[in-house]
Every structure is written in structure tokens, then in C-alpha cells.
């Protein structure tokens, strides 16, 4: 059979029973779903529960409570090694069920990001999910398109296509709707754009041939047979600092059993103690905790509309120091609207504005307004047309784009003229489209070629630099034209300069007559007027900016519009009181040979205007090499690159295109600025929950080892048992250490400057306060430890008593992990909720270890009388009051 790819468009419409024109309707897709199914490749195989169970007993931890209860057999301690059987597989339990609770919400998550692709159906165009495509749909394309299942491409509009993911070449590849030949292999067959692949320049349309499985990107990924999953930089982290300690323990438990043997002690109760040392080190709880604040905070984020794609952008977050930001959206509603014409022959601009739209205007405004119309690929939903220039949703900082599909800027210019009963619709039934040359980065401008009387209209629209530079002629009063002197350019550029002091983004319209379409559209220009579009910023982007500042963060704005317009917005919005701007075309070079005072003084600009993809890369690479940990917002397909090198990329939800979503590793689903705070605020918080819950487990980890080992080097008996060590590592710690790992923000977290990029989780000064809290909690219970020897109340009291001590000591400490410095009742422990539940589930469990028969047995436990209890509550209460106090005195200490 024939290939698609060297047949006849006409042959393969037929085929597929598809008309470009109107597409399929709602019935023939539904029959065809059923017939096809769902657009979508064979998903990467989800680990299996039995999998995440099995995983669970590949741990180191879970090797030492293995090799302890080993030791434990033939020790002939049966019970001792059931109870630590059963901590294994109480842990592994635990971490199957938090495990699988997380791979869920990421499907949950992922979900929530589906893909969108633009067909015509029922003879009108819609925005509908990419997995409801089948055979015979018309999808158009333009520029940021993802491509979403295998097409034969029916029209062609300066289309290419970045195939680097499918074919490896590199170059984009131009696009055509010509047939090839059958032979030709896959990166030359121009006539197809395939799924998965990226539209970087021009427009198109094409018909679906495959879906799914079916195209050859599925063919690809049927031979793929397991994907690696990455590994963020947190949990490698968390990893290494788990074998440390458990490497380390191991060699501190050997060192003790031999040096007690050496010492003529028996082999059997040194084993013993090196089982108890064993037990004591390993942070069964730390997995745990740490699957669970994470799983818990990325779905914090994305209830607050960020949607995290990588789990390193979490780690990351918590130390940006700059954004880079859009402005378009993301520091403004992204409610264009057309507010000011300006014309030739009018002594003062044309305000737009609802309560001052001319009822009748100038004729020349309808002219301006048709060209407006005619060089523009949106459309209008058919409700609203007609609807006036701000039709669209009235809500403020809504930030959704009006009723209609396409560019918002097109749409606002559509709405503009529908203002004026000008309709693109019918003026394309007037004057058919018969080219289109798409919006170029480098022309910056857009043409589009209309059949008229005699010859061909073309309609221009771009940059007002771009489009003065070529106008030759210019409309009069009349309708006639006259030329275009250097002198009426630089009264033009004024201007335009002066609509851009105002906060408007600026638009020059011009066309021209021409005999063939295939002339070029950029010469021989009329120019008609400029445009003056309104993007008001957001309402909540100044406190947003402010709270930046005051958390060290710098907000610089990287825009395509114009320098003073981009530096009016960022007036209004705070970023500066005179913000410094600079355009791309005066950006020295950032390859590192330009004068270094040159490269520092980039530092000093706030906003960057109409800089270039390259450019942005530059700034991105120049910040990171000053130190700086950087965050960048876009929404284009030429936003793609600098979202891949920017530390952490974060791409708009609703605007966004589907190539910058891709490449970015957050997503906002409602591409507004502050959201990204919020990111960056639950990324702060997270990092600190996880240092929280670290110092606390092994800080109390600490104590007991200290406790057994000393005890064991001088030939004492044990405060503790191996089972009382692990009922305390594993079923009381638990809860508190979850109940901080899921805890609010402090207050201050956001007046913080950021951490460096490259700081370890616990840093010098964690370590320290780690050794005290352990010394302090080892000492206060083995001083009632030995006063209960020492007042001859027998060796299994003292045990008891140790071990309770113990038990409520680790249950008090949790309140030792405030912040020094803060209030002893307002901080962000005391006032976290869960500690309170935790509190109260654990004194439950310590209250069933001392009195509920059977677990007594087990635990070693035996009644004590009131002397004991007291030695019990004081042992315990010593590290809080002491800790309390230090934590009073002792300054805030800094990030």
C-alpha cells in the first residue's frame, strides 16, 4: 500500500472521510472513538504494589533489623526477634502505603495537566483534549503547538517543526503539503508532522492519519521497555545521610562488643548490646517522613494551582534568589483589550475605551480595523461576536483569555473591530486568504495576501520599529496616500515612544497591493496607524513583588515589548521606583570574553526589553555564574531553551504552549505571578519540615546510643532492651516526626533570605544542636537510671524506668524543634496541630507499655511505685525545661 506520506491530500481525505472545511461532527468522533480508542501511547508501566512492597526490604535500614534478628535467634531470644520481624514488617507496611498513596497522587497530579489541541469540528474550531483525536480530524497548527498524533498536512504557512525528539536532527524541518517520495526515510517526510514533535515557526493544517500506539512515536516507545526514574537530589541526600549513620553505628556497636569482650565480659550479653546499639541508630522512621512531607507538600502546590513536574524543583525552590518574568499574563491580567488608535490624519489618538468608543469612527479607523482583522489567525466564539472590544470575562485578574481561540492579542483586535461591525468571517468571504506569512522573531512582523478587485490586498501587522522602517507611504484624510519622509518616521517613533510611557503594548497596521501572492509582503508598505493595546497588571502582583524583596529575592522582567512600556509596567507593579531597562540589541556579549565591569553592570537592569532566545540564555547563564539560583516563567516555544537552563522553569498553565510546559518543571495553572511565591514559600517550608524531622529523630536516635554505649563501656547494665529501643525508633517516634514533616509555614519563612544553593540538608550548626539535644536527653536518663540502682529498687525497675523516661523525653523534645528565638507558646510547633494529635496518640501507646498485660511482657516492663514514676517525669522533663530555656536565650539564628 501506498504511504501517506507520497499520496494526494484529495486521496487521503477521501479516504478518511474528512472535510477540511468543516471536519468531523460530534457524532462521527464518538463512532470513530469506539472504533480507534483513545489517543494516547502505552503509559511507562506504573510500579506494581507488589513491587513498592518488595522494595521495601531493600533498604540498609531494613538489612540491619534483619541482621539483628538473626543475632536474636541464635541468641535464642524468640521473642525478641518476632518484635523486630515485626518492626520490619510494620516499616515496610508504612512505606508501601505512602509510597503507593504517592504514586497515586502523581497520576492524581499529572491528570490535572492533560493536553490540549485545536480541531475543527462541526465547521467550527475548538479546543478539545489531544486523547479524544481520531482518524479524520483537522488539527490546526501554529507556532508552540505540540503536535498530537501522526498528520498529512493539508496547508502549509511557513510550518517547520523540531523533530530533534523523534528523528535526533537537530535543524527544524520545513513543512509542505506536497506528497514525497514513497522511499523517503522519515526525518525527509515533509508532507507529515508527527506526534510529539514541536511547531517553532508558521501555521498549518493537517488531517489525522494515527493515533496512539499507531503512530511513530509509538512505534518508538513500543521498543522502549522501562523508563529510569530520576532521582532527585534531596532524596540522594537523604539516602547517603541514612548509610552514614547506619556505617557509623555499625562500627560503634562493633568497637563496644569487642572491647567488652576483650574486657573478660561474656559474648552473649556483648551481642545483645551490639543488637540494642543497632536497633537504636537506625532511622526507621526517616523514609517514612520523608515520602510523606513530600507526596504531602508537591500536593499542597498543587491545590495552590503549581503544579510540580520534577520532584528536584522542589529542593530547588527554597533557595531561588531570582525570577525571571514575563510580563504578559504573569504580571498582568492578560486581559488584552484595544484602547487607543492612533491615525494619520487625526490630530489626537482615538480613545477605545468603553464609555468613549466613537459611534461613528473615522473612516480610516474602520480601514486600520479591517487590516486589524484580516492579518490575524483567532477566531471569535459565535456568541460574542459583535460583543465590543473588552468582550470577555469581567472578573479582574481573571487572567482567562477572552471568548475566543487564538492569540490574546488577535483576539482583542477581532473583538475590536467586531466592535464596529467588522467580522473576520465575512470579510474572508469578501476577500479570501490565499497566503500567509507568519509572525517571524526576526521580522517581527505578519502578513497575510487577500484577493480583492485587482491583484491581491496584503494586510501587515508587527513591531512599530519593524513596520515604520519599511512603510514608504503613508494615508491621508481622505483615503489617498502621500510619501513617507525620514522626518514623519522619527514624528511616528515619538509616538509610539509616548503610547508605550503609558503602559500600552503598540502595534503598527499598513497592507499594500501587489499582482501576485507571491510577492513580497515587507516592502512598498502604506502605513495605516498604530494600536495601543491594554494589559492592566494583576492586583496582587505588587504585594507579591513586595514579599520577593523582602524574602531576597530579585524580580527582573524579560519581555518582548517595548523598553518603556516594559519599565511603566514594572513601575506599577513595584519591581522599582525608576526601574533601570535595557534593550536586547545593547546587551554586551555573555560569553565570558566581554569586559567584566560590563558583565556586572547587567546585575544593576530590571527590566530586559525585546531580548532574544539566545539572549535570554545568556542572562540565565550570567546570573548563575554570580551565584544566584534562578527561576524563569515563559509561555512561547522560543521560551523552551531558557526554561531547560534556568535552575528551576515554570511555564503558564493557561497560555503557556505545549513545547514550554514540557520543557519547564513547574506549571502554573493559573498563570499568575503570585502563585509562584507560593511555590517558592511551600519549597521553603518543605526543606525546613525535612531538617526539622531529621535533627529530631536523630538527635533522640543520639541519646540512646550514647546511653547503651556508655553504659556497655563501663560494664553497667542496659537503660534499655533492644524491643524498648524499637518501640520507641518505630512506633512512637513516627507520629511526632510525621506531625513536623507536615507542618505550616512559620510565619517569618518568607522574610528569610534564600539558602544557598549547594548547603546539605543539616548544616554545621545542625549537626551541633543535633550532639547536645542527643547528650542532653542521654544524660537526664541515665541519671534516673542510676539513682534507680543506686536506691536498690531493683535492675528490672531501673530498666523500666529508663525506658519510659526514654519514651516521654523523645515525646517532650518534639517542642525542643522551634526555631531559637521564637515565643514559647507562638511557634510553628506548639501551633501545629498534628503535634497536638501525635502528642496524644503516643502518650496512648507509652500509657499501654507501661500498664496493658501481655505488652508489659514483651517490653520488659514492670510496675513501678510513686518514687519511680517521679524519677520517670523528671528523667523526661529535664531536656524540655532545659531546652526551652536555651531556646529562649539563645539568639535567631540565621539561614
Request: a negative charge; glycine letters at 8%.
Amino acid at each position: 500500500m501506498t504511504p501517506t506520506h507520497s499520496r494526494n491530500v484529495k486521496n487521503v481525505l477521501e479516504d478518511l472521510s474528512a472535510q477540511p472545511d468543516t471536519g468531523l461532527d460530534d457524532g462521527e468522533v464518538r463512532r470513530r472513538q469506539k472504533e480507534h480508542g483513545r489517543n494516547r501511547l502505552k503509559e511507562v508501566e506504573t510500579a506494581s504494589p507488589w513491587r513498592i512492597l518488595a522494595d521495601q526490604f531493600k533498604s540498609l535500614v531494613i538489612a540491619i533489623l534483619a541482621g539483628a534478628a538473626i543475632v536474636s535467634f541464635a541468641m535464642s531470644e524468640i521473642v525478641q526477634m518476632l518484635a523486630i520481624l515485626a518492626a520490619i514488617l510494620l516499616n515496610a507496611v508504612i512505606g508501601f502505603f505512602t509510597e503507593w498513596k504517592a504514586v497515586r497522587s502523581m497520576e492524581a497530579l499529572r491528570s490535572l495537566g492533560t493536553v490540549q489541541t485545536r480541531v475543527r469540528r462541526g465547521g467550527q474550531s475548538a479546543t478539545v483534549d489531544a486523547e479524544t483525536l481520531v482518524p479524520g480530524d483537522i488539527v490546526l497548527l501554529e507556532a508552540g503547538d505540540v503536535v498530537t498524533a501522526d498528520l498529512r498536512l493539508i496547508e502549509s504557512n511557513g510550518l517547520t517543526c523540531d523533530e530533534a525528539a523523534l528523528t535526533g536532527e537537530s535543524v527544524p524541518v520545513s513543512k509542505t503539503s506536497d506528497a514525497v517520495d514513497k522511499d523517503a526515510p522519515l526525518a525527509e517526510r515533509c508532507s507529515m508532522a508527527f506526534k510529539g514533535t514541536a511547531v517553532t515557526d508558521g501555521s498549518g493544517t493537517g488531517v489525522v492519519v494515527e493515533i496512539g500506539m499507531n503512530t511513530e512515536l509509538g512505534s518508538i516507545a513500543q521498543m522502549t521497555t522501562e523508563a529510569e526514574q530520576e532521582t532527585s537530589p534531596l532524596e540522594k541526600r537523604l539516602d547517603r545521610l541514612g548509610r552514614n549513620l547506619v556505617v557509623l553505628t555499625l562500627l560503634v556497636a562493633a568497637v563496644v562488643a569487642f572491647l567488652g569482650v576483650l574486657g573478660g565480659r561474656d559474648i552473649v550479653p556483648m551481642l545483645e548490646t551490639a543488637v540494642a546499639l543497632a536497633v537504636a541508630a537506625v532511622p526507621e522512621g526517616l523514609p517514612i517522613v520523608a515520602t510523606v512531607a513530600l507526596a504531602r507538600g508537591m500536593w499542597q502546590m498543587a491545590q495552590r494551582n503549581a503544579l510540580v513536574e520534577r520532584l528536584a524543583a522542589v529542593e530547588t525552590l527554597g533557595s531561588t534568589s531570582v525570577i525571571f518574568a514575563d510580563k504578559t499574563g504573569t504580571l498582568t491580567q492578560n486581559r488584552m483589550r484595544v484602547a487607543r488608535l492612533v491615525l494619520p490624519s487625526e490630530d489626537k489618538d482615538i480613545s477605545w475605551e468603553d464609555d468613549d468608543r466613537p459611534e461613528a469612527p473615522p473612516e480610516l479607523a474602520c480601514r486600520l480595523l479591517e487590516v486589524a482583522a484580516l492579518c490575524n489567525n483567532a477566531e471569535l466564539d459565535k456568541d460574542t461576536e459583535g460583543g465590543g472590544a473588552d468582550a470577555g470575562p469581567e472578573d479582574e485578574d481573571a487572567g482567562e483569555r477572552p471568548a475566543g481561540t487564538g492569540d490574546p492579542m488577535e483576539i482583542a483586535l477581532l473583538h475590536a473591530a467586531a466592535a464596529v461591525d467588522i467580522r473576520r468571517d465575512k470579510l474572508l468571504e469578501e476577500q479570501p486568504e490565499e497566503r500567509e506569512v507568519s509572525f517571524d522573531a526576526e521580522t517581527k512582523m505578519m502578513a497575510t495576501f487577500h484577493k480583492a478587485a485587482s491583484g491581491f490586498r496584503v494586510a501587515v501587522k508587527g513591531a512599530p520599529e519593524a513596520v515604520l522602517e519599511i512603510s514608504t507611504h503613508i494615508v491621508t484624510r481622505e483615503g489617498e496616500t502621500e510619501t513617507l519622509a525620514d522626518r514623519g518616521r522619527d514624528e511616528w517613533a515619538e509616538r509610539v515612544e509616548a503610547l508605550a510611557g503609558q503602559g500600552y503594548r503598540v502595534l503598527a497596521f499598513a497592507e499594500r497591493q501587489v499582482d501576485s501572492p507571491d510577492t513580497d509582503p515587507y516592502g512598498d508598505l502604506t502605513l495605516l496607524g498604530l494600536v495601543g493595546l491594554a494589559d492592566p497588571p494583576r492586583s496582587d502582583v505588587a504585594q507579591a513583588i513586595e514579599q520577593c524583596q523582602r524574602a531576597g529575592i530579585a524580580v527582573i522582567m524579560v519581555t518582548g515589548d517595548q523598553p518603556v512600556t516594559a519599565a511603566a509596567i514594572a513601575r506599577d507593579v513595584g519591581l522599582a521606583d525608576d526601574p533601570r531597562a535595557i534593550v536586547g540589541n545593547d546587551l554586551p556579549q555573555t560569553d565570558g570574553d566581554q569586559d567584566e565591569d560590563k558583565q556586572g553592570n547587567l546585575l544593576e537592569y530590571q527590566v530586559f526589553a525585546r531580548v532574544s532566545p539566545e539572549q535570554k540564555l545568556g542572562l540565565i547563564r550570567h546570573w548563575q555564574d554570580s551565584g544566584a539560583v534562578v527561576a524563569m516563567t515563559g509561555d512561547g516555544v522560543n521560551d523552551a531553551p531558557a526554561l531547560k537552563k534556568a535552575d528551576v522553569g515554570i511555564a503558564m498553565g493557561q497560555r503557556g504552549t505545549d513545547v514550554a510546559r514540557e520543557a519547564a518543571d513547574i506549571v502554573l495553572k493559573d498563570d499568575a505571578f503570585p502563585t509562584i511565591i507560593v511555590a517558592i514559600e511551600q519549597g521553603r517550608t518543605i526543606f525546613e519540615n525535612i531538617r526539622r524531622f531529621i535533627v529530631y529523630l536523630l538527635s533522640g536516635n543520639l541519646g540512646e546510643v550514647l546511653a547503651v554505649g556508655l553504659c556497655a563501656a563501663i560494664g553497667a547494665p542496659l537503660p534499655l532492651l533492644p524491643l524498648q529501643i524499637l518501640f520507641i525508633n518505630l512506633v512512637l517516634d513516627v507520629f511526632p516526626a510525621l506531625a513536623l514533616g507536615v507542618g505550616g509555614s512559620p510565619a517569618d519563612i518568607m522574610d528569610r533570605p534564600p539558602r544557598e544553593a549547594k548547603e546539605p540538608i543539616l548544616t554545621r550548626r545542625h549537626w551541633i544542636a543535633t550532639g547536645l539535644w542527643g547528650a542532653l536527653i542521654a544524660a537526664s536518663v541515665m541519671t534516673v537510671f542510676f539513682v534507680a540502682l543506686w536506691q536498690d529498687m531493683g535492675q528490672d525497675a531501673a530498666v523500666t524506668i529508663g525506658f519510659l523516661a526514654f519514651a516521654l523525653a523523645r515525646l517532650w523534645h518534639v517542642f525542643n524543634m522551634r526555631d531559637a528565638g521564637t515565643g514559647v507558646i507562638r511557634n510553628s510547633v506548639v501551633q501545629n496541630r498534628w503535634v497536638w494529635y501525635a502528642i496524644a496518640l503516643s502518650a496512648v501507646l507509652v500509657a499501654a507499655a507501661a500498664w496493658l498485660p501481655g505488652l508489659t511482657t514483651v517490653l520488659g516492663v514492670v510496675p513501678l511505685d510513686l518514687l519511680g514514676w517521679m524519677l520517670v517525669l523528671g528523667g523526661s522533663l529535664v531536656p524540655l525545661v532545659v531546652g526551652q530555656t536555651v531556646l529562649s536565650l539563645v539568639p535567631r539564628a540565621q539561614p
